[in-house]
């Protein structure tokens, strides 16, 4: 079964400098398409300038993953994100997400209206899950959000480089600070809190795609 997964930036008209968000939005769209290049069925492309994205997957297990790194490379904007399950059967062949219709699109756009409406930043809109798997899923993805929102540029900086480095000490040498100062921003920032949410949400959509599939 495919997924639609989809985004829209949240507050795009308060947005000042377009052309400095557009260049890191191409960036991180590049990044993106290698770093999940096993899940794509069609890989992730801006379908409206820079107010919106467009893909579909084979597995719904790295929706949120997906959502979570784009809104950590494009920080502090952020977009809001919708999955949906169902059919592709218009513009497959092309390659170009943007292109791409069928239920699974109706459906994940379905859920970002209703998550604009609710004001959450992750929404699942999954044919056969219940809604005590939605509610969760999207409450746990809500809090991410709310911590990722919550950093300040020096915590941000520290967390992006936790992302590429192996160890507390290593992230330490590199912005030349102390490994304490690495420790207490990694956890104001709630790094571990996030991580154990996102693991969890993964955990789920891996055991719905597999329940889909059944």
């Excluded at 492309?45 to 809104?71: H, Q, V, Y």
């Excluded at 490379?73 to 943007?98: N, Q």
């Excluded at 967390?159 to 490994?179: D, K, N, W």
Aim: charged share 25%; glycine share 6%; aromatic share 6%.
């Amino acid at each position: 079964m495919p997924y639609a997964l989809i985004a829209d930036l949240e507050n795009s008209r308060l947005v000042k400098d377009r052309k400095a968000l557009s260049l890191k939005l191409e960036a991180a769209l590049r990044e993106l398409q290698i770093s999940f290049s096993d899940d794509w069925l069609t890989p992730i492309t801006n379908a409206k300038g820079i107010d919106e994205l467009s893909s579909a997957l084979n597995r719904p297990d790295r929706a949120f993953d997906i959502a979570s790194a784009m809104n950590e490379l494009v920080w502090p904007e952020r977009f809001r994100w919708s999955l949906g399950s169902g059919t592709i059967d218009i513009g497959l062949e092309s390659g170009d997400a943007g292109a791409l219709d069928g239920t699974a699109f109706h459906n994940a756009a379905d859920g970002l209206r209703r998550a604009k409406h609710a004001r959450t930043l992750f929404a699942v809109s999954l044919e056969d899950v219940g809604p005590g798997s939605t509610a969760l899923i999207e409450a746990a993805a809500l809090a991410h959000a709310e911590h990722m929102a919550d950093w300040s540029p020096r915590q941000y900086d520290i967390v992006r480089s936790a992302r590429a480095q192996s160890t507390q000490i290593e992230v330490a040498v590199s912005l030349g600070v102390s490994p304490q100062t690495v420790s207490q921003a990694l956890h104001r920032a709630g790094f571990d809190t996030m991580e154990r949410i996102a693991n969890a949400i993964g955990i789920r959509l891996t055991e719905i795609g597999s329940e889909l599939e059944a």
